[in-house]
């Protein structure tokens, strides 16, 4: 994932900034945003629980319609 940067004042977020200022509320406070090891560690496992949850909820929903 590319870098970007963050506004500290207004949370606007970019890829660039020009001339160093926020274009939201014109700040020169930008932040380097580094992706998080968190966000770097996520694997197949958020998405195949998300995946049980949801088909879990579509079995309990259509188990109430048919009663």
Same mark, same amino acid.
């Given at each position: 994932?590319?870098? @970007?940067?963050?506004? !500290? ?9 020009? !001339?160093? /200022?926020?274009?939201?509320? @014109? ?36 188990? /109430?319609?048919?009663?």
């Amino acid at each position: 994932m590319p870098l @970007g940067y963050q506004c !500290q004042d207004c949370s606007y977020q970019g890829r660039k900034f020009k !001339q160093g /200022r926020c274009p939201a509320c @014109g700040s020169a406070r930008i932040a380097s945003k580094d992706d998080t090891e968190e966000e770097q560690k996520r694997g197949p496992l958020g998405l195949i629980v998300c995946i049980v949850l949801w088909a879990y909820l579509a079995f309990e929903i259509g188990k /109430r319609l048919l009663l």
